[in-house]
């Protein structure tokens, strides 16, 4: 009860609340003043949005679950986010510039008002991908074991046999071995096969 409560103040605040939704006539490029876009400076004072930090943060404090949690599910409510452009990568991690998500006020009250149920489609949906990982692994399983009884495995022939599976396929370049299923070289290839 006590948290339903919480997320009824959260949709009875953002349910009512107006935001930009077209932010394209303010231009791109960096704001005059911070090394962030212009859209992104628009959408941080914008009272209709949140960063996607804030509202992890009003969320986690409304339900009493932890942050990676909550993240999750507001992902899974909202995959395809609102971001701009503001500040710096560093060097290590590519360099350029970051990228900050925005929820507006509709994904707000959207993820408050389903919040419940949006757990329990979250929690099926990574049971059944678990559940297709695990068939996955097994039909692998299984392959190999038939391969394993029924075949022979030949290591970088540069001629395949007459019947034959093809698991891999490469090339000795210059700086060693190389998977060549998507490249195309003058160059010989090897093959391994069952």
């Known amino acids: 009860m006590k948290n339903s409560n919480k997320l009824e103040a959260i949709c009875n605040k953002y349910c009512s609340v107006n935001h930009n939704e077209n932010n394209f006539e303010i231009g791109g490029g960096l704001d ?6 212009r859209r992104h400076e628009d959408a941080k004072y914008d009272e209709g949005k949140l960063t996607l930090g804030q509202a992890t943060q009003l969320f986690k404090k409304a339900t009493g679950l932890e942050t990676d949690t909550v993240r999750e599910v507001i992902e899974f409510a909202v995959p ?36 419940n149920n949006l757990v329990q489609q979250l929690q099926e949906s990574q ?11 097994n039909i692998e399983q299984k392959k190999l074991e038939f391969l394993t009884q029924n075949a022979t495995r030949v290591q970088r022939v540069s001629s395949r046999p007459l019947f034959f599976y093809q698991t891999a396929q490469e090339m000795n370049g210059k700086y060693g071995w190389f998977d060549s299923s998507t490249k195309s070289y003058n ?8």
Do not use: D
């Not at 049971?127 to 692994?137: F, G, T, V």
């Open 32 to 37: 005059g003043v911070k090394f962030a876009s």
């Open 80 to 115: 395809n986010m609102e971001w701009h452009h503001a500040g710096k990568l560093p060097k290590q991690y590519g360099g350029g510039m970051k990228k900050t998500y925005f929820l507006n006020a509709k994904e707000i009250c959207h993820v408050a008002t389903n919040w």
């Open 127 to 137: 049971l059944s991908a678990q559940l297709a990982a695990e068939n996955k692994q």
């Open 187 to 194: 160059m010989t290839e090897y093959y391994f096969v069952w």
